[in-house]
């Protein structure tokens, strides 16, 4: 079974910096696209940022300069380097990662459980 742990969320002042972490465990062969997603209260969920394996790199437009995605394909993690917060980036933040559990089946799309943010002061 393979799941998605986050880590990192929490609170942050304005101006301030977060990191998050997410963790692929279980059973798989290949992991391919991974990414971060977000969901502010009754807004829907929309992408912050995704990274193939080979490391190219897609931000939403509201978070180029400021936010960071990156990978460790040895670890089974990626990260989001978070920078120059806002209280508009305060969300739900999800990590996402297509998954391939063996090489007689589809890649399938994994959630994580979402980890929160919330920049106030």
């Known amino acids: 079974q393979v799941r998605l742990v986050e880590s990192g969320g929490g609170l942050v002042q304005p101006g301030g910096s977060l990191r998050l972490s997410c963790a692929a465990s279980?059973?798989?062969?290949?992991?391919?696209?991974m990414g971060w997603y977000r969901q502010a209260p009754g807004k829907q969920r929309e992408l912050v940022a995704v990274i193939t394996s080979g490391a190219s790199t897609n931000y939403a437009d509201s978070m180029k300069g400021r936010f960071t995605i990156s990978r460790d394909n040895a670890k089974n993690t990626v990260y989001l380097q978070m920078n120059s917060l806002k209280p508009d980036d305060t969300a739900v933040y999800y990590c996402?990662?297509?998954?391939?559990?063996?090489?007689?089946?589809?890649?399938?799309?994994?959630w994580g459980q979402g980890t929160q943010v919330t920049v106030s002061s």
């Open positions: 996402n990662a297509d998954i391939r559990t063996s090489y007689t089946r589809p890649m399938h799309s994994y």
């Open positions: 279980g059973t798989f062969v290949t992991i391919n696209t």
